[in-house]
């Protein structure tokens, strides 16, 4: 792998693992951008073309399993961007180097700073080599992308009595809502998520309390 991000132009590599507490203007939230698209690209028209006998709701959920912020920080790990990120000494005192939405977001920049060097054909080898295992798992038939489930197997096991969901707020016309969801642990609000239906605002509340406690 890190043969692959030699690949990758000096400038361009400098720019992906430049995180915006340095204060340099060139930092890599554009990249980010570009990346976190590509990766999603990438994944889609590999389950297009492998998977055809999987509906679009099922694409999508594995597609998010794969792409969701604790896969790529694991991925980012395996790459060692910790240690190359970087960060101002602020951020580094709080455990920057560590955090998931940090490497999450190095390793997006990493592939977008890959794709305008090398082009598409070598990104797309890059990113289902470092993907292979998450979507392997993903695709099996008996994998449930379940937040809501893991969160209460994760709680249960720790011995929490009270697990709650309450929407606090929905805006827009009865045909496209969107609906606000607390998650509360023991009286403790943990996380909130919005979707396009209570459902939806709930698993993604579950997903970023899952997201806090690796990060904890």
Same mark, same amino acid.
């Given at each position: 792998?890190?043969?692959?991000?030699?690949?990758?132009? !000096?400038?361009?590599?400098?720019?992906?693992?430049?995180?915006?507490?340095?204060?340099?203007?060139?930092?890599?939230?554009? /990249?980010?951008?570009?990346?976190?698209? @590509?990766?999603?690209?990438?994944?889609?028209?590999?389950?297009?073309?492998?998977?055809?006998?999987?509906?679009?709701?099922?694409?999508?959920?594995?597609?998010?399993?794969?792409?969701?912020?604790?896969?790529?920080?694991?991925?980012?790990?395996?790459?060692?961007?910790?240690?190359? @990120?970087?960060?101002?000494?602020?951020?580094?005192?709080?455990?920057?180097?560590?955090?998931?939405?940090?490497?999450?977001?190095?390793?997006?920049? @990493?592939?977008?700073? =890959?794709?305008?060097?090398?082009? /598409?054909?070598?990104?797309?080898?890059?990113?289902?080599?470092?993907?292979?295992? !998450?979507?392997?798992?993903?695709?099996?038939?008996?994998?449930?992308?379940?937040?809501?489930?893991?969160?209460?197997?994760? =709680?249960?096991? %720790?011995? @929490?009595?009270?697990?709650?969901?309450?929407?606090?707020r929905d805006a827009g016309p009865d045909h496209n809502k969107t609906f606000w969801?607390?998650?509360?642990?023991?009286?403790?609000?943990?996380?909130?998520?919005?979707?396009?239906?209570?459902?939806? %605002?709930?698993?993604?509340?579950?997903?970023? %309390?899952?997201?806090?406690?690796?990060?904890?």
């Amino acid at each position: 792998m890190d043969g692959q991000l030699k690949r990758i132009s !000096p400038q361009l590599y400098k720019e992906a693992v430049t995180h915006s507490s340095t204060g340099e203007e060139l930092h890599n939230e554009r /990249l980010e951008f570009l990346g976190d698209a @590509v990766l999603d690209m990438i994944i889609s028209e590999w389950l297009y073309l492998h998977k055809d006998s999987l509906s679009e709701g099922r694409m999508s959920q594995i597609r998010a399993a794969v792409v969701r912020e604790e896969s790529l920080a694991l991925a980012a790990e395996g790459l060692d961007l910790g240690s190359k @990120v970087r960060i101002s000494k602020g951020e580094e005192k709080s455990g920057g180097r560590q955090r998931p939405s940090l490497l999450a977001d190095t390793l997006e920049a @990493v592939i977008a700073a =890959m794709y305008l060097t090398a082009g /598409l054909e070598e990104t797309r080898n890059f990113v289902l080599s470092l993907f292979a295992e !998450p979507l392997q798992r993903a695709c099996a038939d008996n994998f449930v992308c379940d937040y809501k489930s893991e969160f209460q197997e994760k =709680m249960q096991a %720790a011995g @929490v009595e009270s697990i709650d969901y309450s929407v606090t707020r929905d805006a827009g016309p009865d045909h496209n809502k969107t609906f606000w969801v607390e998650l509360t642990v023991d009286g403790k609000v943990l996380a909130s998520g919005s979707g396009k239906t209570k459902k939806q %605002a709930e698993q993604e509340a579950a997903r970023k %309390a899952l997201c806090n406690r690796l990060s904890d």
